[in-house]
């Protein structure tokens, strides 16, 4: 167990200055959607790059004002593919601003996530696509975020090994020096939505240098417990996790089924046991807000500065 070495100054610093455990953000495309945003488009939260920027500096403000550490950009769905469909001509990207102690993790979307089908929570790509299809994907984009300032890359909502493969073995090719973040997601509580190991896919992270935090998103609070001790199991990272609120997706429609969703007086009863599990980064993903952080926030304050990191 363990190909991890040091751990890294990102999350060491990061890690003291919050006392043990960081807070993530919460669901981005859901408090644009709840701003008045239509992200029925190819691009999805992307979208509102192109027609609200404003929207989205308010959502992060919202979400650091409820308590975040680390805010993860509107890029989960922000393709080089994608925006050349919508008749954009590739260009670099400027600077994103560092403002300290706060992280600005870069999302990247899986393939899945380009598809604009859900196929992220299948991980289901056919046999045309393959470890080198995907590396060819994702690159151009990998760069851009590694050079826009960010303090992380968070690579979110992996869905099978082979794309956690291909993540790899892009940082190691382009030698991306800004630390990464795995999260991988799951509808079992067992392996990745693909179906394939959770512990074989945490392991391929583990075994990275430049992967600083392993673990979870988009996944239902009920399965959350199971998964951070599997990866636990594998590696000595930190472990992050931000679920969603357990509803599901309906791609057709670009819509959440609302039946299955946890309150978030729900959400937070699981914190404490999923920071004794492991954990040490916490936030949430789709369908969480704000108000979900914010008690968070609240739960972890109440937390002993010596729980397990
Ligand atoms: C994380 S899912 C809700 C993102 C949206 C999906 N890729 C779609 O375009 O429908
Ligand atoms: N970080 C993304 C969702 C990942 S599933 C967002 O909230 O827009
Ligand atoms: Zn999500």
């Excluded at 020096?177 to 079992?188: G, I, L, M, Q």
């Excluded at 729900?266 to 008690?295: E, H, M, Q």
Aim: hydrophobic share 35%; charged share 20%.
């Amino acid at each position: 167990m363990g190909h991890s070495g040091h751990p890294s100054p990102l999350m060491t610093d990061l890690l003291r200055h919050s006392g043990g455990v960081a807070i993530i953000d919460g669901g981005l495309a859901t408090e644009l959607e709840r701003h008045g945003a239509d992200l029925n488009d190819p691009l999805w939260s992307a979208k509102c790059l192109l027609t609200s920027p404003h929207l989205i500096h308010t959502v992060h403000t919202d979400y650091l004002e409820a308590g975040a550490d680390i805010i993860i950009t509107a890029s989960y769905q922000a393709t080089i593919q994608g925006f050349e469909a919508k008749g954009y001509t590739t260009e670099s990207s400027g600077k994103v601003l560092k403002q300290r102690p706060i992280i600005v993790a870069a999302s990247v979307g899986s393939y899945g996530a380009y598809l604009a089908d859900g196929s992220e929570y299948s991980g289901i790509y056919g046999e045309a696509v393959n470890l080198e299809t995907l590396k060819e994907f994702h690159r151009r984009r990998v760069k851009i975020l590694a050079e826009s300032g960010a303090d992380l890359i968070a690579f979110e909502t992996i869905p099978n090994k082979v794309e956690a493969q291909a993540y790899v073995e892009l940082l190691e090719e382009e030698n991306i020096e800004v630390p990464a973040w795995f999260a991988f997601n799951s509808k079992d509580g067992i392996n990745v939505v693909s179906g394939d190991s959770l512990i074989e896919c945490a392991t391929i992270a583990d075994r990275s240098k430049r992967v600083v935090a392993v673990g979870i998103n988009c996944t239902p609070p009920r399965f959350i417990h199971e998964l951070i001790s599997s990866i636990r199991k594998v590696t000595t990272k930190p472990i992050l996790i931000y679920p969603n609120s357990g509803e599901c997706y309906d791609a057709e429609i670009k819509e959440w089924v609302h039946n299955t969703g946890v309150s978030d007086d729900d959400f937070v009863s699981y914190v404490n046991k999923w920071c004794d599990a492991g954990a040490c980064l916490v936030g949430g993903c789709c369908r969480t807000t704000p108000n979900t952080i914010r008690a968070i926030y609240k739960t972890l304050a109440n937390r002993s500065t010596d729980a397990p990191m």
